[in-house]
């Protein structure tokens, strides 16, 4: 149900040594809804992204995933609870098929051959890669590469997909694609998508909200429109104080 809180992260810091990343974060992911976790570089996204989905341990803080304390879980576990992310480099194996890459993503899920199958040529026939289900992944041009690595994720039809970066290096006809895609995978799957990205102007488009980090701590949260008149985001960006 739309508006209800799927993950909650909650006073959250992570430390390495001496440096802080993230301090005291705090924010929500709704049900249904695809949020956009955006900052300047060394904000601290990629980590806040390494903690949620577990391959980070918190320093301090807790992250709840449906109501269940996912923070001293591994990446395995808190897959298998329904949450799953991509990587801002990719997560194929460059030389198998992308019907083996997705099939792959199936095997721990779904009993039998044909249900997996079946699996992959949906996934396949949502992200626009049936015609090349049969080519080697890590031979195909960057674009579809990128949906590669979504298909494998979405395979597993997770109900939060979490998104790292996955417009980097896309023209503008791809990114449009893209957040077609996204769309889709909300509207078919009923998936929740939590989004990092440093495309403003597709996060504006795509986004319901957006929460905005600088510097490891939390600056500010609203929607697209709010965000874009926001002072400290816009000082943030341009690297001087509002």
């Known amino acids: 149900m739309s508006g209800q809180v799927l993950l909650a992260v909650q006073d959250l810091t992570r430390r390495f040594g001496g440096l802080t990343a993230v301090q005291g974060l705090n924010f929500e992911v709704r049900r249904g809804e695809i949020l956009g976790l955006i900052g300047p570089n060394g904000a601290g996204k990629s980590t806040t992204f390494n903690v949620i989905s577990g391959f980070y341990r918190a320093s301090a803080g807790r992250v709840h995933f449906d109501g269940v304390d996912i923070s001293r879980r591994r990446p395995d576990q808190i897959s298998r609870l329904g949450l799953v992310r991509t990587f801002q480099h990719g997560s194929l194996l460059h030389d198998m098929t992308v019907h083996d890459n997705i099939l792959v993503a199936t095997i721990s899920l779904l009993p039998s051959r044909a249900e997996r199958l079946q699996r992959v040529h949906e996934t396949a026939a949502l992200l626009g890669l049936s015609e090349v289900l049969h080519e080697r992944a890590g031979f195909l041009p960057h674009g579809l590469q990128r949906m590669v690595s ?16 996955p417009l980097t290096g896309l023209n503008q006809s791809e990114v449009a694609n893209a957040l077609n895609v996204f ?60």
């Open 183 to 242: 769309r889709r995978i909300r509207a078919e799957f009923g998936s929740t998508l939590l989004l990092v990205e440093h495309n403003m102007k597709a996060v504006m488009e795509i986004c319901d909200r957006i929460v905005v980090l600088d510097h490891g701590e939390f600056l500010a949260e609203g929607r697209p429109e709010e965000i874009a008149r926001n002072e400290a985001v816009i000082a943030a960006y341009l690297g001087r104080k509002a």
């Open 150 to 165: 979504i298909a494998i994720a979405l395979a597993q039809r997770s109900r939060l997909l979490c998104l790292d970066e």
